[in-house]
T-cell receptor, first 112, second 114 residues
Framework: QQQVKQSPQSLIVQKGGISIINCAYE??????FPWYQQFPGKGPALLIA?????SEKKEGRFTISFNKSAKQFSLHIMDSQPGDSATYFC???????????FGAGTILRVKS | DAGITQSPRHKVTETGTPVTLRCHQT?????MYWYRQDPGHGLRLIHY???????DKGEVSDGYSVSRSKTEDFLLTLESATSSQTSVYFC?????????????FGQGTRLTVV
């Protein structure tokens, strides 16, 4: 039983387009929601994270939207670039970076 | 990779043999974790440690044991490897008491059990 459900499994976007990845969670005790980016052969690296007291957080071309009542959060990548091609994982935890529960991952390919 | 070294990076082993993976950190972070990554499952927590000799089980701990005798080292042992333990294993560190609260991951160890 996956506590964090992520969709889609894979995504192809044209260069300059918007990439959107969605996640849903069940445990209302989660209070930290990070997104990780992983390139082939590398470990995941933190991209952006949000706490449930805000509905949106933006860092450059990356935005997290958070809907506490629906228990959903999403990653938007604006002006997607070929260098953004990677696997993206949403995650959740009850205490910052501790004991993260991950979604299944989304393989993003940005076509040039 | 935030001062995290995993060894070995690749290993092929036979079913039934013991295997130990090592994670070494130079960041003096209190918490250390072992995750496994499998297609369709993302990363799943195997075991974690919140201090020297303080460890606890994660979501998928069956068949695995861990030890932490020093702050900087966290060992993952497969007592008798099975094919279902073929996976990529990631070590991570974090320290919630610090300003920077994110979890940092190592480069991973690809383990194949034949």
């Amino acid at each position: 039983q996956q506590q964090v459900k992520q969709s889609p499994q894979s995504l192809i976007v044209q260069k300059g387009g918007i990439s959107i990845i969605n996640c849903a969670y069940e445990n209302t005790a989660f209070d930290y929601f990070p997104w990780y980016q992983q390139f082939p052969g590398k470990g995941p690296a933190l991209l952006i994270a949000i706490r449930p007291d805000v509905s949106e957080k933006k860092e450059g071309r990356f935005t997290i939207s958070f809907n506490k009542s629906a228990k959903q959060f999403s990653l938007h990548i604006m002006d997607s670039q070929p260098g953004d091609s990677a696997t993206y994982f949403c995650a959740a935890s009850m205490e910052y970076g501790n004991k993260l529960v991950f979604g299944a991952g989304t393989i993003l390919r940005v076509k040039s | 990779d935030a001062g995290i070294t995993q060894s070995p990076r690749h290993k092929v082993t036979e079913t039934g043999t013991p295997v130990t993976l090592r994670c070494h950190q130079t960041e003096n972070h209190r918490y250390m974790y072992w995750y496994r990554q499998d297609p369709g499952h993302g990363l799943r927590l195997i075991h974690y440690s919140y201090g020297v000799k303080d460890t606890d089980k994660g979501e998928v701990s069956d068949g695995y044991s861990v030890s932490r005798s020093k702050t900087e080292d966290f060992l993952l042992t497969l007592e008798s490897a099975t094919s279902s333990q073929t996976s990529v294993y990631f070590c991570a560190i974090s320290d919630p008491g610090r300003m920077n609260t994110e979890a940092f991951f190592g480069q991973g160890t690809r383990l194949t059990v034949v």
